[in-house]
């Protein structure tokens, strides 16, 4: 019934002359995420609009469901879009649209007419007020209602007619690739998956890096973070994993250092290797899932003792989350179930009954001395040896 869909998009609107960037990188992200729907569909915009329109049948519950995962996208309207054959066809045309949208059923209802092309014969408010009393006439279940109708008829009038009514909202945020590249730290648990979805809701594509630990860390495990990568890579397209073998790190610091510090010092290692993974990629910044207080390795004292190993900014978007919000994301964006399975990770093999939950920023860097030499060929090794998945939908 409907040709395709008027796509509304918010912020990307404001932009000065970067707005034809934004609307191209949306557009192109559109049509990725339409090329896995039955259909064919072109999309295609103009001034102020971008239409996915579909050229015959299509699955129309794919397309919806695919587009609310396009960052930058606020509002997906069902279209009927005619060609302009005067005023009595289009009254001809919205009457036939809402008979078949809603049948006889009794609603509120404003009509908002827009021109967008000043030569159309009637202004809006003559439009509004004779399309307005035509349905009333066509339909006397109707009524008006100019403060919160129940449905707004929206009629606008540009080099062809859109004929809408209804408004799905759309995930909000940036278009895909219009703000860098950033590297996440991928783990196996809820919130780091939040965390990537979350930044890169901002435009940002991702990259991401896991660190495991064989034999103390299965296959499955492995085969999970992959998995999530996976799942997050619906919103944020393909992600680029990066799987940094991190045994001999791990062991190495084991032997090495005090136990209660072990998290810290492994922590301040991935961080390292991630920093570097990432700028050899063209990655901007470093994500993680921390939050404060979350376990002792995310107290602020922890958090700077982490934190002093990078350069780069480290965006922490679930910072303040508290559990359960950051759960209700991660169930919003289908990455919970996963989360959830029981394989461990590297954190979890070797911690410490007791870890230091206010580390010294200075005990930790003895700590970390003794580890010079040999730390530093096995950071390179582990860079080197990095296996990598291209994880997509
Ligand atoms: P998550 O639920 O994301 O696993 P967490 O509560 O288990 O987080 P930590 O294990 O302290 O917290 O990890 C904090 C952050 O460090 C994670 O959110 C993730 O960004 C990163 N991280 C932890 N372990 C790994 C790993 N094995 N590989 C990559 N990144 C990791
Ligand atoms: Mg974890």
Redesign the pocket.
Known sequence: MYQGFLIKYAEIGVKGKNRYLFEDKLISRIEEVLRDVDGKFRVWKESGRIYAEAEGDYDYDGAIEALTRVFGITGICPMVQIADNGFADLCSHIIAHMRETYGERAYTFKVKARRARKNYPLDSQEMNSRIGEILLREFPNLKVDVHTPDIWVNVEIRARINIYTETIPGMGGMPLGTAGKAM??????????V?GYMVSRRGVELEA????APPYTSERAKEKVVELARLISRYTGPVKLHIVN?TDIQMYIYDQCPHEQLTILM?RY?MRIAERLARENGCLGL?????IG??A??TLQSLNATNAVCSLPVYRPVIAFDKQEIVDVALRINTYET?ILPYE???TTFVAKHPVTKPNLASIEKSEQKLTGQIEQMVAEAIETAEVVIAQS
């Open positions: 996440l730290l991928l783990s196996g648990g809820i919130d780091s998956p965390a890096t896991y660190f495991h991190f922590r991935m994500i993680t899932g921390e939050s979350q376990v390795s995310q989360s990770d590297c954190c």
